[in-house]
């Protein structure tokens, strides 16, 4: 039963997307397992640019079976415009399935995800305010609307009436807005969500038992997680984290299969680090490196647009992050863009940025103060000057970039199988190593 996880090992944005492409060519379903359309997947096939929200990132190979499993909250609106979108672009989406018991983003999900945000002021948490969270929340309360209550009226009017009843006092001022007013209003939610089903009800189906059947069948599953590590609600750096688990043991319960059924997880890390929104980042770079970071990796985000934080490779994160995952390989983005920096740096212990305080660690610290005040100490590895993004194997690899891949793999504990030197799907390079750390490398890595 070979089901491989894809996770991402930072901050997110690291190119899961692409990995995901590239494995579709052997897969026979990918399966999203968690998260919303706060997620963004770029990919770039034959010099066209495709950007992905909720769809799974395979669904650009004809045949293959894409999963939004029902750990996935699901805003049907963004879900029908993407699939409108692929269908204008002559891509097939009868693929597509989505799990009935996947939980709807309401309207009022979307409001009370503005107003948290407002009232956390200098706090604010930088939630992209799709209503993920309160999404998240109702589905913990009981109180969640799924995919499968769109087809029955009745009982989609209920649920709606149960769910507004704790919400009333917090929807009052939106309920004056004349912009949210209709978008709140009880029939109007009931007969937006009937026609949504209508127009869904092809690719609703028992996704659980799809992925599973696959497995038993002996064909690649492909496990796609959302956000990263250190946005896991459970494990990430809270409260500054998303409302969902994006690590790989959400896999199982995002998806409806057992953990016997995952036997290869890939952490996708950038050869540097990259947040978006508030939270603390040890490694970040205010200076012109970090801005030339951003400007060569066009660090902005898919979702949002918004410029992404940009900082040296956290290897103590990393190593938390392989850690939490039981990580069997990393893939690393964007080599490319660090060409031309004369020295490159990589955290490979904190010290507290307090004066006072001379305490170094080498583990990720579970206390959130300590977090906050800890900046990375860093070794210094050469750089090159070549440019990688017409690289194809291990060896057209400058021997300074060879050694930076070589020395991440040794100071996070798990092989780099393959590392990316450029957006295209093609332009990817698999190590040397790739075929004993991976069943899923070509042959041509041996």
């Not at 009052?172 to 209709?182: G, L, S, T």
């Not at 970071?293 to 956290?314: I, K, L, N, Q």
Request: net charge negative; hydrophobic share 40%.
């Amino acid at each position: 039963m070979p089901g491989i996880v894809i996770v991402g090992a930072q901050w997110g944005d690291e190119g899961k997307g692409k990995v995901v492409d590239l494995l579709a060519k052997q897969a026979d379903a990918i399966v999203r397992f968690q998260g919303g359309n706060n997620a963004g997947h770029t990919i770039v096939r034959d010099g066209e640019t495709w950007k992905f929200h909720l769809i799974p990132s395979g669904i650009l190979y004809p045949g293959l079976t894409c999963i939004i499993g029902n750990g996935v909250v699901v805003d049907p609106g963004v879900l029908l415009g993407e699939i409108d979108g692929l269908r204008r672009n002559g891509v097939d989406v009868s693929g597509l399935k989505i799990s009935a018991n996947a939980h709807l983003i309401m309207p009022y999900h979307i409001a009370l995800d503005h107003s948290g945000e407002a009232k956390l002021g200098k706090l604010e948490i930088g939630t992209t305010k799709r209503g993920i969270g309160p999404c998240y929340a109702d589905k913990a309360a009981r109180l969640g609307i799924r995919v499968q209550d769109m087809l029955d009226e009745k009982i989609l009017k209920q649920k709606i009436m149960a769910a507004l009843v704790p919400k009333q006092l917090m929807l009052r001022p939106f309920e004056r807005d004349p912009e949210w007013a209709p978008k709140l209003d009880l029939q109007q939610m009931t007969e937006d969500l009937l026609a949504y089903g209508h127009r869904l009800e092809q690719h609703i189906a028992d996704t659980g038992t799809l992925a599973w059947r696959s497995l038993e069948d002996g064909k690649l599953v492909v496990f796609e997680g959302a956000q990263a590590t250190l946005l896991d609600i459970d494990h990430g750096t809270y409260p500054f984290v998303t409302s969902s688990n994006p690590t790989a043991g959400a896999a199982c319960t995002g998806s409806g299969v057992g953990p016997r059924a995952i036997d290869e997880v890939w952490g996708i890390a950038k050869a540097y680090c990259t947040r978006v929104g508030a939270g603390p980042f040890p490694t970040e770079l205010h200076d012109e490196t970090g801005e030339r970071m951003r400007s060569a990796g066009h660090e902005f985000g898919t979702t949002t647009g918004r410029p992404r934080r940009c900082g040296w490779f956290d290897a103590v994160a990393l190593r938390y992050a392989v850690r939490i995952n039981t990580m069997t390989a990393l893939a690393i983005t964007k080599l490319d863009v660090l060409t031309g920096f004369d020295r490159i740096k990589v955290a490979t212990r904190y010290r507290s940025a307090e004066e006072e305080d001379s305490t170094t660690f080498d583990t990720f610290p579970y206390h959130q103060t300590v977090l906050h005040h800890a900046v990375g100490e860093y070794e210094e590895l050469p750089g090159w000057t070549e440019d990688l993004t017409e690289c194809r194997t291990w060896a057209d690899l400058p021997d300074a970039a060879r050694e930076y891949l070589a020395y991440l793999a040794e100071v996070c504990g798990a092989p780099v199988v393959l590392a990316g030197v450029g957006p295209g799907r093609e332009q990817i390079v698999w190590s040397d190593d790739a075929a004993q750390a991976t069943a899923y490398a070509p042959a041509t890595a041996a």
